[in-house]
């Protein structure tokens, strides 16, 4: 199995960044494609990001675009998500996701939580105004 742990969430102003991390215990991260969600009380789980296996091709979902960058390191089995110009509306328990990346339409597969085999137990992310 592969274990998630994500960390560095915490509270922030509006305006503020953030970083957050998530530590694979997989040997084989290298092969998996990486997402990260998120969900607010009382709403469904939102497409963060997510990066492939080697990298080189990231997708990010249209309320994030532009202000959250997503990258890995995979010589650390660890994923990042770089938040910037955090708005109180980006106020949510964010996850930690991974899928075996077979090489096919990841980008498509990437943004639906189904897709995705492990989770991590989330972290909580509180933008104040």
């Known amino acids: 199995q592969v274990q998630l742990v994500e960390s560095g969430g915490g509270l922030v102003q509006a305006g503020g960044s953030l970083r957050l991390s998530c530590a694979a215990s997989?040997?084989?991260?290298?092969?998996?494609?990486m997402g990260w969600f998120r969900q607010a009380p009382g709403k469904e789980r939102e497409f963060v990001a997510a990066?492939?296996?080697?990298?080189?091709?990231?997708a990010y979902g249209n309320s994030v675009k532009g202000r959250f960058t997503i990258s890995r390191d995979n010589a650390k089995n660890t994923v990042y998500l770089l938040m910037n110009r955090l708005k109180p509306e980006d106020t949510a328990v964010y996850y930690c996701?991974?899928?075996?990346?077979?090489?096919?339409?990841?980008?498509?597969?990437?943004?639906?939580?189904?897709?995705?085999?492990?989770w991590g137990q989330g972290t909580q992310v509180t933008v104040s105004s």
């Open positions: 996701a991974a899928q075996r990346d077979y090489s096919g339409s990841w980008s498509y597969s990437a943004m639906y939580p189904a897709e995705y085999d492990y």
């Open positions: 997989e040997r084989t991260f290298s092969s998996y494609i």
């Open positions: 990066i492939r296996s080697t990298g080189g091709s990231t």
